[in-house]
């Protein structure tokens, strides 16, 4: 391969995960909407033409970055198994489930956020908010189709509960704007366990005073 050929794959390479990085720091400094293509570029020292050289526009991009942070995902899971059999009314194992997805998304939290501002502010007409929702919480939705097929009753459609859950888990990381891996983390997550907890497997038992 000419050695031009290669220097030009190089500076593209430089360029786009140049981009990105603007980008993430952008998205977590000003937010999604609020950063433009133009600052964007400016951030990474790179022209506005260069931009369109990889990507059709910011939702591209922002989809670039949701694909970075997936591959990163898939890294660490890679020759792990994880079968649908997990019983989620056993705490422990919703714990598990939870404190992942909300570690996931607080080490991504740039990236997170973003994809939350992109949702709520797309047309509601366009149901995207419903199917982010649904992608974004599969694995959980089969775990609860295994409950339903070994009997156990659940609060409502295994496909609801799951976004339902996966939606509580967005709004808070949004909600909540401590850096990554801030105390509020062990708290959240045990709260969210106990609460999700008892929405699965009904009412804590009572003591035996009535209390």
Known sequence: MPQGSVSRKVRAAQTRAALLDAARGLFSERGYLNTKITDITAAAGRSTGSFYEHFAGKEELLQALLAEMEGAIDTRMRGLEH????DLTDREQLRDHLDVAWTVMRQNR???????????????????????????????????????ERGHRLP?????????????LV??????LTPPGGEDAPDVVDTLTD?????????????????
């Open 171 to 176: 709004t808070l990381n949004y909600a909540l």
């Open 195 to 211: 609460l999700l907890l008892y929405g699965l497997t009904g009412p804590a038992p009572r003591a035996a005073d009535g209390t």
């Open 156 to 168: 409502g459609d295994p496909e609801f509960v799951a976004a339902s859950m996966g939606a509580m």
């Open 110 to 148: 740039p990236v997170a956020l973003a994809l939350f501002q992109a949702m709520v502010a797309d047309d509601p007409g366009t149901g995207r908010a419903w199917r982010d929702l649904r992608e974004q919480t599969s694995t959980i939705r089969e775990h609860l189709e295994y409950l339903v």
């Open 83 to 86: 079968p649908r059999d997990h």
